[in-house]
């Protein structure tokens, strides 16, 4: 029997299905079937597919996404580690020229003067050391730690600095006026002692105490003890516009004029006088001390020590000996300068230049007396 191909059906639109032509539901997929539809053969406005074969379809573009993106990522990868090792070359080689400037450092000359030694002599002071060597009275005070008078002493071996080139000549010309004045400016290095002032040691150098502040940065006058100042001697006041200049300290060994050395003296002198030359306009606190001693005397407790400010001084009578026996005496000179008083209220004295030669001369005392006659 022939199957009739003929009878009347329509398509389910939802999955395709084959439907009899009355039917208002499909019988595949349950969609409800538009009521008195006709129509007869398969739909041919579209493609249309099964369920389980659209979510087999999704199935592998998934599979195929996550296939792309998993060698996306490896190939990525790939190429930053690349990268990385490429560069790893690079910052190791930074390190080279740092290296290579370390030597370069080593090469910088450090200066090394060898001082001279000089044996002090004779009459010899800083001032004179200082000119003999070309050098300034400052470093030698500074370079053999000497107090700022420079006190010597004879056969002393003292350091001199080598007079070497000044490395400042050659900014010399670009300095400005003040700081040339103040290059050139021979100064004094002082320590501040106790019960010291600021216008005791203005008055002691004849500097102006806003001089001294303003060399040494001072913002009032108020010094403690131990305090280091640089004293500007270049600014030291005039006694007047006809005054010879101040020598400054320290000051030169005192020349002695009379008595002549070995000269002898007799019980008709009551006193001797002691006269030496000047060494310059002294201070308000400066004096010339004189020493006078009886060598001839086993105790050696018979001498003078006294300060006066003129130029010559009267030996008293007190230390003529009392016998006819003649007595050795030895004298010398020097100028020193009052710093201060003890606990006791007596003047305290330090150097304030060279001592002067030694002299001596002889002092004759009273005959011996006559024996009482016997009754």
């Not at 690349?82 to 290579?100: C, F, G, L, Q, V």
């Not at 040691?201 to 001072?218: C, F, H, K, P, S």
Request: with cysteine.
């Amino acid at each position: 029997m022939t199957e009739n191909t003929q009878t009347p059906h329509q398509i389910c639109p939802r999955c395709g299905t084959k439907v009899a032509q009355g039917a208002s539901r499909c019988v595949v997929c349950g969609a409800e079937l538009r009521a008195g539809g006709r129509a007869r053969g398969r739909s041919s406005s579209g493609i249309t597919l099964s369920l389980p074969l659209a979510i087999t379809i999704l199935v592998v573009f998934a599979l195929l996404a996550a296939v792309t993106t998993y060698l996306g990522v490896r190939i990525t990868g790939a190429a930053g580690a690349a990268a990385e090792d490429t560069a790893t070359p690079t910052a190791a080689s930074t390190p080279t020229p740092t290296n290579t400037l370390q030597p370069t450092q080593t090469f910088t000359p450090q200066p090394s003067p060898t001082p001279i030694t000089h044996i002090v002599g004779q009459n010899d002071t800083c001032l004179a050391i200082a000119a003999l060597y070309g050098v300034s009275i400052q470093s030698i005070v500074q370079l053999n730690q000497l107090p700022a008078t420079c006190p010597l002493s004879v056969d002393q071996k003292i350091l001199v600095p080598q007079p070497t080139a000044t490395p400042t000549s050659q900014p010399t010309p670009t300095l400005v006026p003040a700081d040339a004045t103040r290059q050139a400016c021979t100064t004094a290095d002082y320590e501040v002692k106790a019960n010291d002032t600021l216008f005791g040691i203005a008055t002691n150098y004849g500097v102006d105490m806003q001089e001294i502040r303003d060399w040494n940065g001072l913002t009032g006058d108020t010094v403690f003890e131990g305090q280091k100042l640089s004293i500007p001697l270049c600014h030291r006041a005039s006694s007047g516009p006809t005054a010879t200049p101040t020598v400054p300290p320290p000051y030169p060994a005192p020349n002695l004029l009379l008595p002549q050395d070995g000269q002898s003296f007799s019980l008709a002198d009551d006193s001797v006088t002691l006269q030496w030359a000047s060494v310059g306009q002294l201070r308000e606190n400066e004096f010339y001390q004189i020493h006078v001693l009886d060598i001839t005397d086993v105790t050696g407790t018979r001498q003078i020590v006294d300060v006066v400010q003129d130029t010559k001084y009267l030996v008293p009578s007190s230390l003529r000996p009392g016998e006819a026996v003649p007595h050795i005496m030895r004298w010398w000179v020097e100028t020193v300068r009052q710093t201060g008083s003890n606990n006791s209220g007596q003047p305290v004295y330090e150097s304030a230049g060279a001592a002067s030669e030694r002299r001596v001369f002889s002092w004759s005392g009273a005959a011996t007396s006559p024996s009482t006659p016997t009754p």
